[in-house]
Structures are given as structure tokens and as C-alpha cells.
T-cell receptor, first 115, second 116 residues
Framework: AQSVSQHNHHVILSEAASLELGCNYS??????LFWYVQYPGQHLQLLLK??????LVKGIKGFEAEFIKSKFSFNLRKPSVQWSDTAEYFC?????????????FGTGTQLKVEL | GAGVSQTPSNKVTEKGKYVELRCDPI?????LYWYRQSLGQGPEFLIY????????DSGLPNDRFFAVRPEGSVSTLKIQRTERGDSAVYLC??????????????FGEGSRLTVL
């Protein structure tokens, strides 16, 4: 069975600092990779996804993630964070097992951006 | 509404009671998912419906948990003989089920269940 590890559980940054959140997965086959975000008081929403092709994926609000197959990683980055990026971020993986969007999520990283 | 709707948003019950949680997916979405999120954890898969049938129920923790989707739209998650360990936020998500929609799950705001 696949698993997802997010090593940073809590991150505190000042506005304009750069962000990188780590995500590693364990599965030897073909995967789809995702980052979801949950803003305070809101539901989970998709930030970006990787299926195939260019391993550098651009998402909403200036976020990007890079798929490095050899490292089983899909780290999330943003060059300059804003206070409004304060949220919890979840990495997730979907294995190609014949259909469905059965995602395995990591434990999440709580990001706090201070003014 | 345009999004996934879950009711109730909060449910407090006593150990041993029966609970039903309802999910109304986005109109036209054929796939519906239930996840459970415990404190400090990410969402954990419970069950997935494609239309009316449960395509994968491998995440249901035991036979106290059951879910239905009789008309291929609204789904109900049913928990019998609740235990304190069932306390969590139960999330529902839907997707279009089309190839282009793989991974694009649209989540509701969840039903927070507290078992005393």
C-alpha cells in the first residue's frame, strides 16, 4: 500500500519569505500527485496536481511543485508567501489501479505566515 | 448550491448510539467519496461510490460503518453502536468521474462527530 510523508508538521514564516514543504511517497508504480490546501474555516481544495509530462507543475496563487521520481518526492514551493497563505497543506497520492480517485493523504503541514 | 453539502455540520452523540451523516454532491458528479479526518491527521479513505454502487469500501474500519447511495446522488454514512474512537471529522467529496477529472476531488466542509 502507498503512503505519504510530510516531514514538516508546523512551519512559521514571515511575509515575503520563501516556502518549501516536503512530501515523499512510497509506491513503485505510476502515481498521480496532488497538493490540497485547507484555509481556516474552509473546506479542502485542490492547489495543484501532477499526472505526467513536465515535472514542474504550476498551481493557483503562485504555488508550484516539482516531481522528482528518483527521490519519490513532490515538494511544494512558493517564492514569496503572503499572510493569506496561512493554512494547512496536504500532499496526496493516487495510484493507477483501475479507476477512481482514491487518494492517500499525508498528515498535513500547518503553515502560519506572520506579518 | 454549487458545492458539496454535508449535514449535520456538528453532531454530538453518546457512546452506543446510531448516527447518520448525509452528503449531497455536486450535481452531475458520478463519483462520491467518504473520508475521515482525526485530529492531527490527514484525511483517511473510507469508501468510494461510482453511481449507486460502492466501487471500493476497503477503508471502512469495521462492520459498524456502512454507506449507501441509492439513487446515485445523495449518500448517507451510517455508524452503528458509536464508540469514542469514532470521533472525527467525516468528509465527503465528489468528482466528475471522467478521465480529465482524476484527482480533482471537491470536498464538503465535513461533519464533525463527537462521541461522548
Amino acid at each position: 500500500a502507498q503512503s505519504v510523508s510530510q516531514h514538516n508538521h508546523h512551519v512559521i514564516l514571515s511575509e515575503a519569505a520563501s516556502l518549501e514543504l516536503g512530501c515523499n511517497y512510497s509506491y513503485g508504480g505510476t502515481v498521480n500527485l496532488f497538493w490540497y490546501v485547507q484555509y481556516p474555516g474552509q473546506h479542502l481544495q485542490l492547489l495543484l496536481k501532477y499526472f505526467s509530462g513536465d515535472p514542474l507543475v504550476k498551481g493557483i496563487k503562485g504555488f508550484e511543485a516539482e516531481f522528482i521520481k528518483s527521490k519519490f518526492s513532490f515538494n511544494l514551493r512558493k517564492p514569496s508567501v503572503q499572510w493569506s497563505d496561512t493554512a494547512e497543506y496536504f500532499c496526496a497520492v493516487n495510484t493507477i489501479t483501475g479507476g477512481g480517485n482514491k487518494l492517500t493523504f499525508g498528515t498535513g503541514t500547518q503553515l502560519k505566515v506572520e506579518l | 448550491g454549487a458545492g458539496v453539502s454535508q449535514t449535520p455540520s456538528n453532531k454530538v452523540t453518546e457512546k452506543g448510539k446510531y448516527v447518520e451523516l448525509r452528503c449531497d454532491p455536486i450535481s452531475g458528479h458520478t463519483a462520491l467519496y467518504w473520508y475521515r479526518q482525526s485530529l492531527g491527521q490527514g484525511p483517511e479513505f473510507l469508501i468510494y461510490f461510482q453511481g449507486t454502487g460502492a466501487a471500493d469500501d476497503s477503508g471502512l474500519p469495521n462492520d459498524r460503518f456502512f454507506a449507501v447511495r441509492p439513487e446515485g446522488s445523495v449518500s448517507t454514512l451510517k455508524i452503528q453502536r458509536t464508540e469514542r474512537g469514532d470521533s472525527a471529522v467525516y468528509l465527503c467529496a465528489s468528482s466528475s468521474g471522467l478521465a480529465g477529472g482524476i484527482g480533482e476531488l471537491f470536498f464538503g466542509e465535513g461533519s464533525r462527530l463527537t462521541v461522548l
